[in-house]
């Protein structure tokens, strides 16, 4: 009996040179897939996905974003700092409160994509 493994594996260096070097010429640079995956580490956090989720909605003060998640002050600040290093969120004071949104209309493309996606896989069982 052939396991999965076996049937995925080729027994040749390259089959199809041509495609090989189109997809090649294609491919980004290592250092943008290195900062993609960087990118793609903060989202693997529920509480910053939380925290973005609410900031696709409103503009919105750490103060409120803590009480909204039932978290402390000092972890919504800590996780806004890494949003804000990552471009994702942007900040605007007014007065003594600091307001923060969303950094642009690509942060909610990447949010409503994933949540696109995440959704038609549930619709298929998983």
């Given at each position: 009996?052939t396991?999965?493994?076996?049937?995925?594996?080729?027994?040749?260096?390259?089959?199809?040179?041509?495609?090989?070097?189109?997809?090649?010429?294609?491919?980004?640079?290592?250092?943008?897939?290195?900062?993609?995956?960087?990118?793609?580490?903060?989202?693997g956090?529920?509480?910053?996905?939380?925290?973005?989720?609410?900031?696709?909605?409103?503009?919105?003060?750490?103060?409120?974003?803590?009480?909204?998640?039932?978290?402390?002050?000092?972890?919504?600040?800590?996780?806004?700092?890494?949003?804000?290093?990552?471009?994702?969120?942007?900040?605007?004071?007014?007065?003594?409160?600091?307001?923060?949104?969303?950094?642009?209309?690509?942060?909610?493309?990447?949010?409503?994509?994933?949540?696109i996606?995440?959704?038609?896989?549930?619709?298929?069982?998983?």
């Amino acid at each position: 009996m052939t396991n999965s493994y076996e049937a995925e594996r080729c027994d040749c260096n390259v089959l199809h040179e041509d495609v090989v070097e189109k997809v090649r010429d294609k491919m980004p640079r290592d250092r943008d897939l290195n900062e993609l995956a960087d990118l793609f580490k903060i989202f693997g956090d529920k509480t910053r996905i939380n925290i973005l989720s609410a900031l696709l909605e409103e503009e919105m003060c750490v103060c409120d974003i803590a009480y909204l998640l039932n978290m402390t002050q000092s972890a919504i600040s800590h996780q806004l700092r890494v949003l804000k290093q990552a471009r994702l969120v942007k900040n605007r004071k007014d007065g003594k409160v600091v307001f923060y949104s969303l950094d642009d209309e690509h942060v909610k493309g990447i949010i409503d994509r994933g949540l696109i996606h995440m959704r038609e896989n549930n619709k298929g069982g998983l």
